[in-house]
């Protein structure tokens, strides 16, 4: 064998992965199809800018600090977090404008301002939150993936069946139990949106993000690239090899069992393991093939349905842009987002009316655009159909330019234009051409909990003998900590079974 | 129990859901059909 292991994707859970197997002694090679690595989690430089790809911040750095604390390694030695305050400035469908700190009373004065029926809420609410995150501190890098882990899990957090109805419920039936206010309601709901899915389908627990981000948001220096760029330099400090523009063709099977990868050169590489950290419709569906997969494991991978993709637009200015913080978030109205969901993009038309999110990541790291210039990104126009009715992505740039720059003009600055220095998209087509992930969804999976943990494709396949997979199609779904922890749970497995 | 008393209980149990169905809002009934209907692929998704 040419490798012991062999990782597809330098996303965060194929590196955190990857560097966590390097360091238990196995001869580990990262395959990576782009000439950058990160996956969602990237940056990029573009005359002068540097734009991070789609993720924007770090939330919860718990998986972080565990992944470093496995390697054995001081995490400051390796990404510099900076933490970022205040967290949010809200532009809400009422028209209220405001900004949110990280400090939680401080918080509680803004809500009672606006709707003191809400302030026990808010209180119940971070109580029960501080309470649930102080007892299952770990629980992001605990497996649950299967019947046994999950009541290991229920014996080592004897408390979490109290957070149980929580967990049961959407992401709206949570916010509501807390708070009356359609403002506040919309603040704390919009989270599950962002991630794929309406606040009415989405899970219980992404309520709780509300509060995860009063605990501390950090931007990693040098934009969201530091942290795979440090993952993969640990990495190859215990031996691990990274190779870029080397994009897998293919899994290769013998008797259902992996044997390595061939590359779309025709090159093929041995290995006892393949760890693949891509969507897990197209692990399975193209580099392992229908064919090969029994029809239990076809159907299972067949039901699960995509996450809803977003547009991104990169946006660099020759001057400050008038924000308050490092993330500006127009949010619809809880109702606004449902209706976008039911009635426009289950139909495959655009919603009209939607929100916008913009990061100002020059706010948090100013080495990231030329002295005095600045960098946006800007998630325009909320999640939206992969493919819009009677039209192509292509062919609608034009108009998001056009509705990007009036929404700016909007949400930041109404003469915003003149300082518009660079200004480019990338649509869901795009994403899926540059990332490879189908249909552009860059959080994989639709996320519920039909499709979370135990119910999501297991990180130990059990369709191919050691196939192993991490990333957004694995645990609990997108996102830079719950994919950092789904590297780690990976990595768990494969220490026990090969270690 | 008798015959009839089960079919009573069963048939004001059934009615007693119906009630609570109807009576919940527009928001929870879609997420309750979401997820009813994602229930018989869950035994395919536990083994993948």
Known sequence: MD?????IGAGLGGVSCASLLAKNGLKTLVLEQSDIIGGCCSTFEHKGYKFDTGASIVMVSDPLEKFFEMAGKPREDYIDLIPCDPIYSFITADGRRFTVPTDIDETSDIIEAIAPEDVEGWKSFCALGKGMFDTMSD???????TMTEALAMQLKFPSMYHYMPYFLRSHLGVTRSFFKHPTIQATVAFQSYYAGAPPELGMGMMGFIALMEHLGITYPRGGMIAIPEGMARLGREYGMELRTKSKVDKILLEDKKVRGVRLADGTEITSKIVVSNLNAKVTYFKLIGAENLSSWA????????????????????DARPELEAHHTMQTPSVQESNDAWNYCYSKGTIPEKSGCLVSWTTESDP?????GHHALNVVYGGPVPYAPLGDNWDLLKDDIREGVIKKMEEVIQPDIADHIDELFISTPLDFERRLLNPHGAIYGLFLDITTSAMFRPNPRSRAIKNLYLAGASTGMGGGVPTTIASGVITSNYIVQDHG | MSKNAKRIIGMGTLAGMVIAYLS???????????????????????WI
């Open chain 1, 3 to 7: 490798y012991e292991a062999i990782v």
């Open chain 1, 367 to 371: 080495e990231l655009a030329p002295e």
């Open chain 2, 24 to 46: 919940l809002d527009e928001s929870t009934r879609r997420y309750l059909a979401h997820i009813g209907k994602q229930v018989p692929y869950l035994p395919y998704r536990y």
């Open chain 1, 298 to 317: 076809n159907k299972a991978i067949d039901s699960y349905d995509l996450a809803m993709p977003c547009p991104m637009v990169y946006v660099g200015l």
């Open chain 1, 139 to 145: 629980m992001m890098t605990t497996p649950m993936n």
